[in-house]
Every structure is written in structure tokens, then in C-alpha cells.
């Protein structure tokens, strides 16, 4: 499917939204409020598949949105910022991904939602369906930022909370203000904080529905901080957003990994310090992936024999893990053969 370029916006000074025309009734692209689309991006004759979550959502917005940060050295954000136009036509896959509600609208819920950065753009997406469909719920949102500028989304969010002032707050975390100033909060998260936060919302760390979505840092301390307060991991969902940087010292093994792929298989050699995907890319073996940094679950396999290493920061439930189930694109083989099943 192809994609029309609507509108360009300029969220902020390094990220913009791409909106598209949403095509007519037959042709409608469907997509759930946190779910991301691959979009097919040609640069120098090659096509790169990026995946970017959707800001607009699926109840009242008739188009579609997607929001892109730039990132440094990033091949395509770059590319995107610099180079594409209204009118442009992208081909794209369809919308996917597991980190995602689908508002009920007699369900009555309190959602605790942690954005980091560029995190907030599923978030959005997720606040606007949840406060248009789910008029009963309840959402917190606590958005972290390097500094005040950097805030996508601030003057919409300012909105909904002025339309919506008893069932949507928020609570920024800014990391260069020096001082606190009403729901702007300066420093970084902390138990303290976090702590502060709830008990201004007369809220305790209970079932609710808790969402994080951001920099593998910002996660980490949050998944600690709710843990510490008797949330666990499984009552968690997470999008990873930006892996972290994977250190593996496997670069003189050299592992004999045979690819099962719909029957068929796939014998390849691959160094301790070179993804599964990227070798199999590597040698023209065709493979399901996407954003290729552990971001989404596109590239999801099992491992049934022999030993991978998977970089933290995925979007895998443990359990998931431990029966051998990886993500592809930051999986390194550890032993000598590896049999993977796509």
C-alpha cells in the first residue's frame, strides 16, 4: 500500500509528524491507538523499513499521523526531515505492533502512563482514544524531558487537560529546569518524586494499567521504582523506543546458525558480533523485521537449539524468553551452532 504525504508539522526543533491521507472507506488503513507502521524509505536505490508509532488515533482523527525525531547519524529520520515533501508517496506495511489498548466504553480504568522523550508519540495516540471512548477512565501521564523545548505534543497535551480536567493530568520531569515549578518537575525520576507524584493524585501503586514508553535508562529506573513498590513486571506494558548499545565480545566466534524459515532451511556462518538478521541480511536470506533495534516484535523467532545473546531494553515477557523465544535483530550467537526457528 501506498501512502499520499498530506501535511508536513514541525512538533519540534528536531521532530516533525508526516500526516497522510487515510485513502477513502474501502481502502481505509485500520490501525489500533499504539501501534506503529513500517514505512518503506528509498535512499541512493536502496529501501529502508523504518517503523514509527502513530500520534493520531483511530476514533477521531481521519487522518493518519506518524511522528519522527531526528536522530544523530540516523540514516532515515535524517533522510525524512531533510528530504521528503508534501505529495510524496510512501509504500508502507500494515500498522503493527503489540503495545496498544483498545478503549471499552463501559470499562472504567486508571492508566499510569510513563513517556520518555519521543515515547509520548504512542502515548498520544493511546490518551486521545482512551478519553474519547472510555469516559469513565482515569490517565496520569508522567512525560520526562531533557529540557522544555523538547516537549513533543505540549501545547495539545496542555489542551486535553484543559477539555478533559477531571479524568487527564500530567506531570512533567524536565532534566534541565533547576527548580520545580507547579507539574514541572526538575532533575530525574526518582522514588522520591514518583512517590510525590502519586500521593498528589491520591493514587497507590495498585492494578491499574501502567504503559512505558522511552529511552532504556528512563524504563529501567521507572520498571525499578514500581517494582521496589510491589508492581512487577508482568502487569507492565512496555515499548522500547531506542535499544541500548549491545557490548559483545564474541567477535572471534564464528557459529554454524541454521534459519528454519516456512519449511526450508538456511545454513549460515555468523561472528559472536553480528546479529542473526544482519547475517542473514547479509547474504540475501529473506527473513520477517522492521525496525531492526529491538523496538517492535516484526523480527520474533525461537531459538531450539544451542545459545543466543539478546541485548536488554526488548519488548519480550520473560517467560516468552526463558522458552526460547528472540528477537532477531539483536540476538548474537554465544555457542558454536545455533538453530533458529522463523
Do not use: W
Request: aromatic fraction near 8%; charged fraction near 25%; hydrophobic fraction near 35%.
Amino acid at each position: 500500500m501506498k501512502l499520499l504525504i498530506k501535511d508536513i508539522i514541525g512538533e519540534t526543533d528536531d521532530t516533525i509528524s508526516l500526516c497522510f491521507k487515510n485513502g477513502n472507506f474501502f481502502k481505509r488503513l485500520k490501525y489500533k491507538p499504539g501501534q506503529f507502521l513500517t514505512i518503506y524509505v528509498p535512499i541512493d536505490k536502496v529501501v529502508h523499513k523504518r517503523a514509527y508509532s502513530f500520534s493520531s488515533n483511530p476514533y477521531t482523527d481521519k487522518d493518519l499521523k506518524i511522528t519522527i525525531k531526528r536522530v544523530e547519524k540516523g540514516l532515515v529520520s535524517n533522510f525524512v526531515h531533510d528530504n521528503l515533501h508534501v505529495g510524496d508517496k510512501l509504500v508502507v506495511d500494515d500498522p503493527a505492533g503489540s503495545f496498544y489498548v483498545e478503549p471499552i466504553s463501559k470499562q472504567k480504568k486508571q492508566y499510569i502512563l510513563f513517556a520518555g522523550g519521543s515515547g509520548i508519540t504512542p502515548m498520544f495516540s493511546i490518551i486521545k482514544s482512551v478519553l474519547a471512548e472510555e469516559k469513565d477512565s482515569n490517565i496520569l501521564l508522567v512525560y520526562a524531558n531533557q529540557s522544555m523545548e523538547s516537549i513533543i505534543f505540549h501545547d495539545e497535551i496542555k489542551e486535553l487537560e484543559n477539555k478533559y480536567p477531571n479524568n487527564f493530568s500530567i506531570e512533567h520531569i524536565i532534566s534541565s529546569n533547576k527548580k520545580d515549578n507547579n507539574n514541572y518537575y526538575a532533575g530525574l525520576v526518582t522514588h522520591k518524586l514518583l512517590n510525590k507524584i502519586f500521593s498528589k493524585h491520591l493514587l497507590a501503586y495498585d492494578d491499574h494499567a501502567y504503559m512505558i514508553c522511552g529511552p532504556f535508562g528512563y524504563m529501567e529506573k521507572i520498571k525499578e521504582i514500581l517494582k521496589d513498590n510491589g508492581v512487577t513486571r508482568e502487569k507492565i506494558m512496555i515499548e522500547v523506543f531506542k535499544a541500548p548499545v549491545v557490548k559483545v565480545s564474541g567477535k572471534d566466534l564464528l557459529s554454524d546458525v541454521t534459519l528454519k524459515v516456512e519449511g526450508e532451511a538456511h545454513q549460515i556462518q555468523v561472528r559472536g558480533d553480528k546479529s542473526i538478521l544482519e547475517q542473514a541480511m547479509s547474504e540475501s536470506i529473506v527473513i520477517p523485521y522492521s525496525c531492526r533495534a529491538g523496538m517492535c516484535s516484526s523480527c520474533r523467532a525461537k531459538c531450539i537449539s544451542g545459545e543466543v545473546m539478546m541485548s536488554e531494553g526488548h519488548l519480550l515477557p520473560d517467560s516468552d524468553v526463558e522458552n526460547g523465544d528472540i528477537l532477531t535483530c539483536i540476538s548474537y550467537p554465544v555457542s558454536e551452532k545455533v538453530v533458529i526457528e522463523i
